[in-house]
């Protein structure tokens, strides 16, 4: 069973930085495509970033030059680096592994950016 685990969130103020992690139980190089989404209140879960198993990553433009997406396949772990951080950034983000065709999900963790 494929598990995904995120932490690092939490409250920061406007201007701060985040990390967050993605620990993957296996082998997080099995996994074509990882990514991270993110959903505020009342609205559409959108896709944050994503990374590649060859390393080539995606962003949405609200994030570009503030988010860094990155994998540790020797640690089984997948970050996203946010910097810059705004209030709209504020949301539940979640990662998530595509293992051939099945999308795997992790729970979830709250960021907050407020003053």
């Known amino acids: 069973q494929v598990q995904l685990v995120e932490s690092g969130g939490g409250l920061v103020q406007p201007g701060g930085s985040l990390r967050l992690s993605c620990i993957v139980s296996g082998s997080i190089s099995s996994f074509n495509r990882m990514g991270w989404y993110r959903q505020a209140p009342g609205k559409q879960r959108e896709l944050v970033a994503t990374i590649t198993s060859g390393g080539n990553t995606n962003y949405i433009d609200s994030v570009k030059g503030r988010f860094t997406i990155s994998r540790d396949n020797a640690k089984n772990t997948m970050y996203l680096q946010m910097n810059s951080l705004k209030p709209e950034d504020t949301a539940v983000y979640t990662c998530?592994?595509?293992?051939?065709?099945?999308?795997?999900w992790g729970q979830g963790t709250q960021v907050t950016v407020s003053s």
């Open positions: 998530q592994g595509v293992l051939g065709f099945v999308g795997h």
